[in-house]
């Protein structure tokens, strides 16, 4: 079957911006690179260079939301059994599962170079000051990430919640993912994968030190003595 002008396009980006970076190829380059006729075409189908790269991300959306919300049915069946609360021992497992359904539903896509392609663009959209995914797909209580942010909340102490630990875990796995890809294929993924949980739960369950506190509450005081309107740092 004779792929369509605006599959040619979606390869051409994903291939394109895996190898080069988002900021590196133009929109008249992944036309051309996708034999299109139209010098329009990009805009034409997709809009921007958002649209193209949110087009590539739902490509793959569809199998990872499927095993993560998968890994996160047996998370809550699991953790309904009995003598369960308040043992510490079965706390670390609780972190441990949930590291892994933010990581191996990912990590499946090393499996095929179109998966690769999409973990190092993942990891590079992750990793900028300004996303290209829109905040509200993370609001949105129908996405496993949402989901699995919700059941991780009630297992973090509330200084690291306040701080954005969560995020920093979906940061830290995406760019490892993406390295791990960037370097692929490898004959066999399962300890890097393995490796990757263990460091997840240990960014998850870590505590938050004294120091740390104390300068959390010092930029908490600042920012609420900032009159209305004025500039300040970015939030941790």
Same mark, same amino acid.
């Given at each position: 079957?004779?792929? +369509? +002008?605006?599959e040619?396009?979606? #390869?051409?980006?994903?291939?394109?911006?895996?190898?080069?970076?988002?900021?590196?190829?133009?929109?008249?380059e992944?036309?051309? =690179?996708?034999?299109?006729r139209?010098?329009?075409?990009?805009?034409?189908h997709?809009?921007?260079?958002?649209?193209?790269?949110r087009?590539?991300? #739902?490509?793959?959306?569809?199998d990872?939301?499927?095993r993560?919300?998968?890994l996160?049915?047996?998370?809550?069946?699991?953790r309904? =059994?009995?003598?369960?609360?308040?043992?510490?021992?079965?706390?670390?497992? #609780?972190?441990?599962?949930?590291?892994?359904?933010?990581?191996?539903p990912?990590a499946?896509r090393?499996?095929?170079?179109?998966?690769?392609?999409f973990?190092?663009?993942?990891?590079?959209?992750?990793?900028?000051?300004d996303?290209?995914v829109p905040a509200?797909a993370?609001e949105?209580?129908?996405?496993?990430?949402?989901?699995?942010?919700?059941?991780v909340l009630?297992?973090?102490?509330?200084d690291a919640?306040?701080?954005?630990?969560r995020?920093? =875990?979906?940061?830290h796995?995406?760019?490892?993912?993406?390295?791990?890809?960037?370097s692929g294929?490898?004959?066999d993924?399962?300890?890097f994968?393995s490796?990757l949980?263990?460091?997840?739960?240990a960014?998850?369950?870590?505590?938050v030190?004294?120091?740390?506190?104390?300068l959390a509450a010092?930029?908490?005081a600042?920012?609420?003595e900032?009159?209305?309107?004025?500039?300040?740092?970015r939030?941790?």
């Amino acid at each position: 079957m004779t792929a +369509t +002008t605006r599959e040619r396009l979606l #390869d051409a980006a994903q291939h394109l911006y895996a190898r080069r970076g988002l900021d590196a190829v133009s929109l008249r380059e992944i036309n051309q =690179a996708a034999g299109a006729r139209n010098a329009t075409a990009v805009q034409y189908h997709f809009g921007d260079r958002a649209g193209i790269v949110r087009a590539v991300f #739902d490509r793959h959306r569809p199998d990872v939301e499927a095993r993560r919300h998968a890994l996160l049915d047996a998370y809550e069946a699991g953790r309904r =059994a009995p003598g369960r609360r308040g043992d510490p021992a079965a706390r670390q497992e #609780d972190v441990r599962a949930l590291a892994g359904a933010l990581v191996r539903p990912l990590a499946a896509r090393l499996e095929d170079e179109g998966g690769r392609d999409f973990l190092r663009i993942w990891a590079e959209v992750i990793n900028r000051p300004d996303p290209l995914v829109p905040a509200a797909a993370l609001e949105d209580p129908r996405d496993s990430v949402y989901r699995w942010r919700m059941l991780v909340l009630p297992l973090l102490e509330a200084d690291a919640a306040r701080l954005h630990r969560r995020f920093v =875990a979906i940061q830290h796995a995406s760019i490892a993912l993406g390295r791990r890809a960037r370097s692929g294929p490898h004959t066999d993924d399962r300890l890097f994968v393995s490796y990757l949980i263990d460091v997840v739960t240990a960014i998850l369950a870590a505590p938050v030190s004294a120091e740390t506190r104390a300068l959390a509450a010092e930029r908490d005081a600042a920012l609420e003595e900032r009159p209305p309107g004025g500039e300040g740092g970015r939030r941790a």
